[in-house]
């Protein structure tokens, strides 16, 4: 196994994907007038394509060594994206926005934590190769597409989420 495919590169891949993610939710709960809408969409648009790649790649793999442990936390994601979906019915300096996001920062927080925890050990237990070389195509997608804009950052959120799974599928597969 090299260090390209290992899955000693992807863990450190996912876990700085959480990194980035803490980031973009600090600079949403700093961002005021104007720049809180789009510090919104900037965290929606990079915690789409993370939890997609994430439900099409890492948690099928981690699935075999930590079944249970990958339910809860595709609950846990399930979870999140309703709640996002009412905070995008909101205006986002309103109080109502305002608490629903304190609820997610401490749901994203709680399970981005639990992951690399639970799940991620799981995922680095993993030695079928081609599943190793899937995986991380997969993960290292996000990074890419993450800087670039698409149609798709308009749907809402849980849209986003369906759109970019069906994409790595594809990708995933070679299709
Ligand atoms: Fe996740
Ligand atoms: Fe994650």
Redesign the pocket.
């Known amino acids: 196994m090299d260090q390209v495919t290992g899955s000693n590169t992807i863990v450190p891949l996912l876990t700085a994907q959480h990194r980035h993610i803490t980031a973009l939710l600090d600079a949403l709960v700093n961002a005021t007038g104007d720049a809180r809408q789009q510090a919104f969409r900037e965290f929606l648009h990079f915690l789409a394509l993370h939890?997609a790649a994430?439900q099409e790649a890492a948690h099928p793999a981690a699935r075999t060594g930590a079944g249970g442990v990958v339910e809860q936390?595709l609950a846990e994601?399930y979870h999140a994206g309703q709640t996002i979906s009412h905070m995008e019915q909101l205006e986002p300096n309103s109080d109502e926005f305002g608490r629903l996001l304190e609820h997610l920062v401490a749901g994203i927080t709680g399970?981005a934590h639990r992951?690399e925890q639970d799940e991620f050990p799981a995922l680095a237990q993993v030695a079928d190769v081609p599943t190793l070389i899937r995986v991380h195509h997969v993960i290292a997608l996000v990074d890419r597409l993450a800087t670039a804009a698409s149609p798709i950052d308009r749907l809402p959120f849980v849209d986003q989420v369906a759109a970019r799974r069906q994409h790595f599928r594809g990708a995933a597969t070679g299709a």
């Open positions: 939890e994430e936390r994601e399970h992951e």
